[in-house]
């Protein structure tokens, strides 16, 4: 055979499948609709409370977003009598169909732009019709397709909601829709092999011999498989690597559509798999975020029922340790702890059932803090594919240990077919046999299949794709299993793999480390105030501890760390309704600190009591309220602070040690601090001098410590506005290519000195750049090098890009990056295609850079992308994409970034001190202090105490404590009660060891970077 004659002959097969693939439903007659239309989802019991109105195909009965119940009927023909007899729907939306006692049945959904091949709208109301039986059943619609807003950049290609498609009965033919599955799956074995081939000849052959059987009449389907049946039969071979198959449904929290619409997709999705369930006895499904389990047990308590009586069974796989599937760049340290504390407590809770993997197919990127918190938390596997993904480099391995920066490893597994969304077809399971690095010793490896992203999970058609996969020759053995199971068989090669150390930067998607800049703001307020406000609240008797509360604010702020919501990539929707949980969430802390202030001070009028939660000495100006201005401000001692007013308030400064509670008291007036008739564009005290233009740019940094300019011959605090068209994922991507086109710098309108005292100084400019307009007030406290930069931007852009970059004297070949409970270290060079990359980094509080003679670090309040390069610093602070929100960080933003010079190297800096201070101010509460923190810091170097909170399940008290240095490191805590330690793991269900509370000390040594967690009793 030719080349041109095998051609024809598969391309005839493939125009048969499709020209099939309208032959199995046939024979139809029209269901009748009656729909009530609402504007936001209506639930079951209330169904009947609306207006019905009846609708036909070709009508429209809504929107985006809208719902819309529909009650269908109708009457099976007589003439069906022993066929099968199916529905199909397309009704505009999404469907989710009830059965009578109002639990969801099973879902159906419309094609998607984006998933062209994907269409759910066949149903089978029976497979053996009696003849006259009625239809009558309730549908609920929801105005949107498969992934939400499905509109594609840059055309008017938008799926459309509302109207009504496809409103039919009809007899189906299942052999016309098994044949269809046979040529599925050769027809795509085909395509893996050589056209030469004997076997692709074969095959081709037999494919076309089925295609003359069935002569156009689906009659003849079961002859036309007849023909295909020795092709199936063919057994895989001796060397076959098998694949565990593992139904799944990645469901985004939240996307392009809103929270509010992820809750319906449980249940489309979750009823759907309990249908496929009943059908096939050997399938296996599972799913991952118990925030998910979650809105089904409260929205639909009879479909949590049978899932729960599913996972029982052992079919249905509870995966994934965290809450939801979260970001895992931007959360702090203690939030990816409570991902874990929220989600493997509700399985324990609820199901009984200790997940032991951390499953995060689609997150942009892995810190090298987690493999040390996936194992305290219990996890001892890691699942993940989206490495794959990255612009310039292959990552070396599939199945590796992943070891963190403290030297713990977790065993973790990248699917090779690079996808969490196969269709068990064999291009993609030969794509993954071939590109399985492992496939020389490793006999198996995972597949996730089923529709993914919007929910979905797998289509009858992919487990019967399975079916004919299980041991076909050309193919990998398909089994379905669950994940635990193989991961389990994965362990017993653990001697026999490599190793990875480090993070696991994805090579893609850098923008979202700073798209939506005030949910990442928000964001990082939230943790700090949740911190803080557990301090404060931990002195309370355990009676008096608002447990729910706090356990409710922490799974607000989690679902919000969903890995497209924290990272910017969502639509409007879903951040207008972050935006207002952020607000509750700080409006709730702060009643709940006032609540407590009112039990632990004595009311005084004239005195205030400050908090410092943080581990490390608090020493820079703290704002009281405005009628203490003018007025003597002493602590408990007696002793006089320096004070200054400011706008709203006055500043005093004071040095309030770790983990301490300090009175002050308001005495008698005093006269205010004249201001300082000074014009210059200079700040300096005793430690530093640094030297401005008019365009703010800071044109010298005079260390007096180390006497060392840190800018000389360059200008630093650039802000340089960057042209940001991405070449594909708007919100998601930074290309390298922005630096090509030489940016628009800040231009000053106004600048002058606006504040002046013993207290602190500060220069304000106001700034233009391109059509935004920047203030930024410059602040230099008496007693710190560190530098405040208060920003302010009305931001008026599209598709540009705000940097601000420090360039420095230092040279340094690595950096000092702040992450989750500890910090990494990256190259400021571009020596490898591996260093080009990572050309965009993550970071949290604060970057270094340091060499012999000191060094330089910048800091920032809410900012997470930076740009290293050599002795330059640069901060992403604002982007503008268009989509998917049209109108992402338009308006007002406000943030701080600081430049801090220092000594010596990172560890012995004040850097961490200074970052965490600008990071959490003490809290100040009205009163007289008659209380102590439980526990503080009391004497060592390197040890963070980061949490005291009421445990989650008993009275104790829970305290946690970090090396932060990277070095082995000893500290003393002091505590107010309690008489030993009990080590625990990070969920607080082991107990590991005791120490002894002696003379209401502990001395404690960690080892680098080491996380431990105490119960005080």
Known sequence: MNEKEFQIYRERAEGFLERLKNEFFYETVDLQAEVFHSVDPVPWAKRLEGSYVPAAEGDCWGGLWESAWFHITGKVPEAWAGEPVWFKLELGGEILIFDDGGVPFCGLTNTSVFAANYRKNLLEFTPKARGGETVDFYAEVGGNGLLGDEITPGTDWRCEVGDIRHLKMGRFNVEAWNLANDFEVLLSLLRTLPEKSYRAVQLNMALNEAVSAYADDPANAAAARSCVAPQLAMRATDSALSTAAV???????????????????????????????????????????????????????????????????GRWELQGGMWVEADCNIISGESMVRQFLAGKNFYMDEFGMDVRNLWLPDVFGYSAAMPQIIRKAGCDWFLTQKISWSQFNKFPYHTFHWRGIDGTEVLTHFPPEDNYNSALKPEQLNYAVNNFNENYFLPEFITLFGVGDGGGGPRPEHIEHGLRTADLEGCPRVRFDRADAFFARLAEHAGELPEWAG???LELHRGTLTTQARTKRNNRKCEQMLAQTE??????????????????????LLINQFHDIIPGSSIRKVYEVTEAEHAMILAECENLV????????????????????????????????????????????????????????????????????????RGEAVEAFPPEADNSLVLENDLVRYEFDADARLVAAFDKTTGRDVVAGAAANLLALYVDQPNKWDAWDVDFTYVDTPPAYAKGVKAFRSESGPVRQALTFELTVGRSAIRQQVVLTENSKRLDFNTEVDWKERHRMLRVAFPTTVRAEEAYCDIQYGFVRRTTARNTSWDFARFEVAAHRYVDISDACGGAALLNDSKYGYRLDAGTLDLNLLRSPTYPDSEADQGTHFFTYSFLPHAGGLCGSEVMQEAACLNRAPAVLPGKGTFALPCRVAGGEGVSLEVVKKAEKSDALVIRVVETDGRRSTAVLDFARGTKLVETNLLEWTEEGELPIVDGSVELTLRPFEIRTFLVR
């Open 535 to 556: 301090f404060i609240c931990s002195v309370l008797l355990a009676a008096d501890y608002p447990a729910e509360t706090l356990d409710r604010l922490w799974k607000v």
């Open 503 to 505: 993070e696991l930067y």
């Open 594 to 665: 006032r609540s407590a202030a009112a039990k632990l001070t004595a009311p005084d009028g004239d005195a205030l009591t400050v908090v410092n939660t943080l581990s490390y000495d608090y020493t820079g100006a703290v704002a009281l309220p405005e009628e203490w201005a003018s007025r003597r401000i002493t602590d408990g001692a007696g002793r006089e602070l320096l004070t200054q007013a400011g706008e709203n308030g006055v500043w005093v400064l004071g040095e309030f040690p770790p983990q301490s509670v300090t009175t002050l008291y």
């Open 247 to 313: 139904g799944h449904a990645h469901i985004d929290t939240g996307w392009l559509w809103p929270v509010r619409e992820t809750i319906r997709k449980c249940a489309r999705t979750f009823s759907s798999q309990l249908y496929n369930l009943e059908r096939y006895p050997d399938y296996v499904f599972g799913a991952s975020q118990p925030q998910l389990y979650a809105f089904v047990k409260e929205h639909y308590p009879e479909l949590y029922a049978k899932i729960r009586e599913a996972v029982k069974s």
